[in-house]
């Protein structure tokens, strides 16, 4: 990929972005937060994320 393709994609996506709405960027922001993979999951994968929901209903 040259320096000009890189440099229209970038454009392209800025201005694509701040094409849309506030509203509507707020509302995707919000979508993107609520989706969020818990921490365990996401940084040590499914086992150690078993491990604690095991202990924690033992608890």
């Known amino acids: 990929m040259s320096m000009n393709d890189y440099v ?3 454009t392209q996506t800025v ?3 701040y094409a849309q ?4 960027r707020k ?3 919000q979508l ?3 989706y969020k993979q818990p921490f365990l999951t996401k ?3 499914l086992i150690p994320f078993a491990f604690f929901s095991i202990f924690k209903k033992r608890g």
Not at 21 to 24: I, L, Q, S
């Open 32 to 34: 993107k937060k609520e």
């Open 27 to 29: 509302q995707q922001k």
């Open 15 to 17: 201005v694509q972005h």
């Open 43 to 45: 940084w040590f994968g």
């Open 8 to 10: 229209k994609f970038i």
């Open 21 to 24: 709405p506030k509203d509507e």
